[in-house]
Each structure stands twice: as structure tokens, then as C-alpha cells.
């Protein structure tokens, strides 16, 4: 998926009709529970690294232990890949996407849900991912 990442920018679209992502809620599967985090924000490498943050310290506290320090029970682990509900709103549209990233914070998919509405404002996963790419992503 890297290689995809670096293709893609390599051509640097940049469609100057997204101004922001913004992020509804993220979605993350552990070995224990499907977890949704509501977290609200616009979409950047500092929110990016909040998210992940937030989701290792909820692990951690997941974990409990005996006296001596060692998992008292199975550790809590991720099962699956952080799925970011993101919007893109342009004049009184709204574009609605996910954008799927693994653990360490790489763009595995971009997968927009109204493609009539982007396609109307020449915005397409290539563009979605230049404007990633522009914010540190």
C-alpha cells in the first residue's frame, strides 16, 4: 500500500475544494469488544496522532495485572484496522467517506461513499490523498 501512497503523490493533484476532513468517529476492533471512539476534529498528523494515542492508552488500561505486574488475564490487543468516518463539506454538500489506516498510521484506503456529489467537485481518492499528504499524513 505504500508503493499505491507514493504513486499517487508522486503526481501531486491537489483540488483546492477540500479546505478540511473532518473526522466523525473512528472505528477499531480489539481481541475483547468493537470499540467506537467519539472523537470529533479535523483530520491532520497531529489529530492522526492523538487518535492512536488514545486507542494505545485505552488498551493499556484494558490490560490488567496481578501484584507482581504480569497480565492477570488475556492482553488486550487490535484486531482489526482504525476506520475514520470522515466528511468533506463544499458550499451545502457533503461528502461522506472512510478512510482506513493501520496501527502505525498508514493510509491503507480511502473509500468515498458519495461519489456523484465528489465527482461534481473534481475530488477523487488521488486528491484525498494529496490533501492527506499536504496536512502530514
Known amino acids: 500500500m505504500i508503493k499505491l501512497k507514493n504513486i499517487l503523490l508522486e503526481t501531486n493533484i491537489v483540488n483546492d475544494n477540500i479546505k478540511d476532513i473532518n473526522v ?19 483530520l491532520d498528523e497531529f489529530f492522526l496522532e492523538e487518535v492512536i ?12 495485572t496481578d501484584d507482581s505486574g504480569n497480565p492477570a488475564f488475556d492482553i488486550t490487543r487490535l484486531v482489526s484496522d482504525l476506520k475514520f468516518d470522515c466528511e ?6 457533503e461528502i461522506d467517506l472512510t478512510i482506513t489506516f493501520d496501527v502505525n ?22 486528491t484525498i490523498m494529496s490533501h492527506l499528504e499536504s496536512k502530514g499524513i
Not at 88 to 93: A, G, L, P, Q, T
Open 24 to 42: 466523525n468517529y473512528i472505528q477499531v476492533d480489539t481481541n475483547f469488544q468493537n470499540m467506537t471512539l467519539q472523537k470529533q476534529g479535523v
Open 53 to 64: 494515542g488514545d486507542i494505545e492508552a485505552h488498551i493499556d488500561d484494558s490490560n490488567l
Open 88 to 93: 468533506i463539506k463544499i458550499d451545502n454538500s
Open 105 to 126: 498510521g498508514d493510509i491503507l484506503d480511502v473509500d468515498i461513499d458519495d461519489e456523484s456529489i465528489a465527482e461534481k467537485y473534481g475530488i477523487t481518492t488521488e
